[in-house]
């Protein structure tokens, strides 16, 4: 083979690895355009690559491998690297892997405004890794390059195993994993839990049901009250409504399946016409505001008692509420099995949460950090968790960052992990019966079990009420028949069957 000057060598070098990937990203712009899905798209860019190295293969000379190989070990290092300074989270990385790949593949930065970084990082390391190995194995000679290039590819190939490892790793569990909760989309609510056998028209069902008709019947969805409420609290008035309400199965499952729940219209975030279940804080607002993004109001809230933050919402929308107690639960606090502290003080875990208490050795456990996490404000648990607190302040959160295409940068409360010293709190409801928190340790508090027993009987001094809030003389006279009902010896039947303890009648 006859050796290349160097202006040859330089327009080889252009040829195969700057132009060859700037075409591919053009290629990859057309299809964005054409509407082809992000997961569709990989396959193009490498066989695009593929086949120019194929068609010119006649012209690779050994620069030509060198150049692709330093190209994707660098790539490789830079995404490493910002793997690991951004705890795996690949959203804060896009301005600076974006800077240095723009030059190359031009279809990146649309990825990016597609909210698909995964994909685009992807798309890159793959027509790199193409270009490098096709550079190399279509060589018209080997020899000249088999002995350094081969010691290269290995020492390569060792080094991307390695660091791809770590990466999936980090990936698997950055921030926005770990600590967003279970993030269970119950279909267009926000639900960490799968209720997917809760819904008034599952079948089987895991809702409760009486053995005989309910006294209480009413039909026609115009004269149905709204529902909505907690997360924990969904299991509940699903199985009232399933027990008043006539044909509600079938009224939601049409609804859902073929009505405005699934057009994709203003209502199609419900998951509910009259059974919907968003969570504490929408739920609220829809009660307050009368219905709020297109949906209908809600007549019917059931959860904890509002926080204060609610009540004065309400009094600015100048709605007046009647908060009825339809039963009792317990608010809990719970640790990893292995902690060894089995038992806390309400005082203890005011200064936990205050800061003034920062390890466990402190409470006769091991010697780690605690790693106190609270919940999103306004929701039920942190609204019962100041008013557990009462004058203390509870000291910042764990925060987490996530960043998304439009919106920027949205931070957000760390839920509970499952990490060494983790104190977390909940109701016992959502972690016994829902198993919300898998493979956790409830504790007692000043020495005292929240069981069902110790919660009728009030020796738990973390005993909280599940009210029914609705609006002052509300015009549709079933709303007060539904009060009614949930303190009837039936509608407590179902609430003291789905879990709750029930209010002393």
Request: hydrophobic share 45%; charged share 20%; with cysteine.
């Amino acid at each position: 083979m006859k050796p290349v000057r160097a202006g040859g060598v330089i327009l080889r070098i252009c040829l195969f690895c700057f132009i060859t990937p700037l075409l591919a990203s053009l290629v990859y712009t057309v299809t964005l355009l054409f509407g082809l899905s992000e997961g569709a798209m990989l396959p193009i860019g490498p066989v695009l690559i593929l086949t120019v190295y194929v068609v010119f293969r006649k012209k690779l000379i050994p620069s030509v491998a060198w150049v692709n190989g330093w190209i994707l070990m660098s790539l490789v290092l830079l995404l490493s690297f910002l793997v690991f300074v951004n705890e795996g989270s690949l959203n804060g990385m896009t301005s600076v892997f974006g800077f240095a790949v723009l030059p190359l593949y031009m279809g990146y930065l649309l990825l990016l405004l597609m909210d698909a970084h995964g994909v685009a990082y992807l798309m890159i390391i793959i027509c790199c890794f193409v270009a490098f190995w096709a550079s190399l194995l279509l060589q018209s000679d080997l020899r000249n390059i088999r002995s350094k290039i081969i010691k290269f590819a290995a020492a390569f190939t060792v080094v991307t195993v390695l660091l791809g490892g770590i990466d999936i790793y980090l990936y698997q569990n950055r921030p926005a994993v770990r600590y967003a909760g279970h993030g269970f989309s119950y279909m267009h609510g926000w639900s960490s839990t799968d209720f997917t056998d809760y819904t008034v028209y599952s079948d089987p069902t895991k809702l409760v049901t009486l053995d005989h008709p309910a006294s209480l019947t009413i039909e026609g969805v115009e004269n149905m009250p709204v529902m909505d409420g907690a997360e924990a609290c969904y299991p509940v008035y699903a199985a009232l409504a399933k027990a008043v309400y006539k044909d509600i199965d079938k009224i939601e499952k049409d609804w859902v399946t073929d009505g405005a729940g699934a057009d994709g219209g203003s209502q199609a975030w419900l998951n509910g016409r009259v059974v919907s279940f968003t969570n504490t804080i929408q739920g609220f607002e829809r009660l307050i505001e009368r219905g709020i993004k297109g949906s209908p109001k809600v007549d019917l809230f059931f959860g904890a008692r509002p926080s204060k933050s609610q009540m004065e919402a309400a009094e600015e929308w100048h709605t007046e509420l009647t908060i009825t107690p339809i039963g009792r639960e317990a608010f809990v606090f719970f640790v990893e099995p292995d902690n060894p502290v089995s038992d806390l003080s309400s005082e203890d875990i005011r200064k936990i949460y205050h800061g003034d208490i920062t390890n466990w050795s402190e409470l006769g456990g091991k010697r780690q950090k605690i790693m106190a996490f609270q919940r999103p404000e306004n929701s039920g648990s942190q609204t019962m968790m100041l008013y557990f607190m009462g004058d203390v302040t509870l000291k910042e959160p764990k925060t987490y960052e996530t960043v998304g295409s439009m919106e920027g940068v949205v931070t957000h409360v760390a839920q509970y992990a499952n990490e060494d010293g983790a104190l977390g709190y909940s109701f016992r409801y959502f972690v016994e019966d829902l198993n919300q928190e898998s493979d956790v340790k409830v504790l007692a508090i000043d020495g005292v079990e929240p069981t069902i027993e110790n919660i009728k009987n009030g020796t738990y001094p973390l005993t909280v009420d599940l009210v029914l809030v609705t609006r002052k003389n509300d015009e549709n006279p079933n709303v007060q028949k539904m009060i009614d009902y949930c303190l009837s010896e039936e509608g407590q039947e179902i609430i003291e069957k789905t879990g709750y303890a029930g209010v002393t009648r």
